[in-house]
């Protein structure tokens, strides 16, 4: 679908796009995630066209954006763009609606008829007369993007579509992206901050920071085998340990963590310093049992205790200190089974295939 | 006291009975007024845009002096276009000193710096994301334009009711370039200064309450585009007719 190479841009003095190479394919969605300020908007104004940048070359479907013949609008209205903060004109739902189509000539009878298709894909029928001034915001945002589907696109980029709305809204827009991807095979790339939205819609992620696209590939590369520790702990990797391989066999490795022998799966051989990153959910918390009753065959049995307990949504976040601090999650009812506080010995058990084993300390 | 409400109760009888000096001064004021409002508005409404949409050096000095020109006196503006129009200016083949087209063309450059500035106010009101949505909607550098003084119409229109309010109250330019002749070139404001100096005070008054009452549909305009009456009206009808 799109293919960026070698893409810079710099505004005055400052490179906030940093040498990107980036390949779209035909029919997926492909989530940006980054903290807020990171470049994802620019990528997209960028691919939109609403944007030159500064070097490198974009093609889309194999032409050259930037040649001197390439005509610009043509390729623009091959695509529609959702912005973080939707803006509609001054006039009815509807007529916000038929903006591109108007733009392009389209014949009046087809745009009426396109017109209530696209706001019946984002349930907004009901309102078509309404001033779109007088929506609330998760309505907007689906003017937005029954203004942008109503072209027909064969590229609709998505600049955090949910941010500032409530749950509900961010919900219904969620599932309408989904449709819109597998009933209409629309390419989809969206920017957000929220990794696990990110998770939720993207068949593959591409990691914005500081202007570069520091890590690409699937849900689980991205949220299991992170390429360093910043993108660990943007994806909510909380535990981070350095060790060093002390053995291996095979791909099994025993890892030197602060003195305590930690299990991994790597093909680092001995003596590689290695971090290691663990999700919170991967930790199961158990209490400390007399030896030989009802040991599990887990590799990593580490003996613990509770350093502090904080609420984490449905769960209860505990940081234990094995040696070195370890983080994990607990419902909030094994919590109160286990009679968890501040001060309990506790055996955070841990599979080896759970540990992605990164070489040395980024 | 005796003379002013004799002097009301006479104009209010000049108006009654449609007093036909009374109503040609009423009905030239407008001609010339209303041509000059649609003149400037000609002009300041694309230049306007003009000016908003591209950057360029000096853009702040310029707004500067636009807006500085707001309060130019109205004598000044006499004073230059009699100089341009008198039988040795520069366009004094045109004849236009003491006629209405001259005093159209004195009253428009009266009002064009505010109409101006107010226009370009109006457009820097329009949502900066705007411009982004419709050119990625596909519109074209002209359709995106045009969108964007659609959507800020209502502020528009205020500038050019605004100017039309200037247009109408002015003493200066009707003076000096129409000369207050009667039947020719005498408007409601020259007329008023004349009859009030040769103690015709009903007539005065006549004259005021028309141009008073002028302003008053001025205002009354200007409150409902500004509460957004208009748009109200439009969502009753169901919306704004389809192009």
Known sequence: ??????????????????????????????????????????????????????SGRYFFKGEDTGSPGADELAIRRRMAMVFQKPSVL????????????????????????????????????HLSGR???????????????????????????????TANLDPVSSDVIESLIRRINTEHKTTIILA??????????????GVVMDGGLVQQGTIQDIFFRPNGQRIARFVGIDSIMTGIVTRNTGGHAFIDVNGVCIEAITPLQPRSRVELYLRPEEVTISLPVPSGQGVKSTRNRLAGTITKILPNGPFIRLTI??????????????????????????????KATAIHVHAGPS | MSDIISGFTQAVNLIITLNPEVMQI??????????????????????????????????????????TLYSVPTVVVGLLIYLFISRSGPLGFLGLLFTPEGMILGQTVLIIPIMLGLVI?????????????????????????????????FAI?????????????????????GGNIAGETRVLTTAIALQTGMGDFPFSIALGIILLAIALVVVVCLNLVTSGAFEKFERIVGGTPKE
């Open chain 2, 26 to 67: 009423a009905l030239l004021s407008l001609y010339i007024s209303l041509s000059a409002t649609i003149l400037a508005a000609c002009i300041s409404i694309p230049l306007g845009g003009l000016i908003h949409f591209h950057e360029f050096h000096g853009k702040a000095a310029l707004l500067t002096i636009i807006q």
């Open chain 2, 157 to 177: 229109l205020g500038a050019v009711i605004l100017g039309f309010g200037r247009a109408i109250s002015e003493v200066g330019v009707a003076m000096m370039i």
């Open chain 2, 121 to 153: 106010t109006a457009l820097g009101g329009v949502d900066k994301n705007i411009r982004d949505t419709l050119l990625s909607l596909g519109a074209t550098e002209f359709q995106g334009i045009f969108q964007i003084v659609r959507e800020a119409r």
């Open chain 1, 90 to 125: 001054n006039t009815t739902v509807e007529e916000n609606v038929a903006f591109g189509l108007k733009f392009r000539k389209t014949d009046p009878a087809a745009i009426t008829e396109r017109v209530t298709s696209a706001l019946d894909l984002v349930g907004l029928s």
């Open chain 1, 321 to 350: 200190d094995c040696g070195f601090p370890l983080i994990a999650l607990v419902t909030r009812l094994s919590s109160e089974d286990l009679h968890l506080a501040v001060g309990t010995a506790v055996i955070a058990e841990i």
């Open chain 1, 192 to 205: 957000t901050h929220d990794m696990a939205q990110g998770q939720r819609l993207a068949d593959r992620i």
């Open chain 1, 1 to 54: 679908m799109i293919r960026l190479t070698g893409i810079t841009k710099i505004f005055g003095k400052t490179e906030v796009i940093k040498e990107i190479d980036l390949e779209i394919k035909d029919g997926e969605v492909f989530t940006l995630i980054g903290p807020s300020g990171s470049g994802k908007t620019t990528i997209l104004r960028i691919i939109d066209l609403l944007e030159k940048p500064t």
């Open chain 1, 131 to 161: 001033r779109a001034v007088t929506l609330s915001g998760g309505e907007m945002q689906r003017v937005a993007i029954a203004r942008a589907m109503v072209t027909r696109p064969e590229l609709l980029l998505m600049d955090e579509p």
